[in-house]
């Protein structure tokens, strides 16, 4: 798991989905305050929306490629990269 910062953590999981958690402390058996997992589409929008173009300009399909690593949408330079190896 990601430790952010005062017991905030991230960890990635299976397909693509990003689980968010606060201990009460940064200490891993610190007791859990809070605990949510995020669908991949969601992870990509939150991250899109903050980012400084938001979800304009193909912004989510950019994220999803970023959070992924599978070009869903040409707008990724992944799809160029990864023609080349195959």
Known sequence: MFHLT??????RL???KV?????ASGS????????????????AS????MSYYGEEDNGF???M?????KPLDKTT??????SKVA
């Not at 689980?19 to 201990?23: A, Q, S």
């Not at 891993?28 to 992870?43: E, G, H, I, K």
């Not at 939150?46 to 929306?49: F, K, N, V």
């Open 46 to 49: 939150i991250i899109a929306s």
């Open 28 to 43: 891993a058996d610190a007791p859990v305050v809070f605990d949510l997992t995020v669908d991949s589409n969601s992870w």
């Open 6 to 11: 005062d017991g905030l953590f991230f960890e």
């Open 14 to 16: 299976l397909e693509g």
């Open 65 to 69: 490629n970023f959070h992924t690593g």
């Open 61 to 63: 399909y950019r994220a």
């Open 19 to 23: 689980r968010i958690l606060k201990r």
């Open 77 to 82: 330079p992944l799809k160029d990269k990864l």
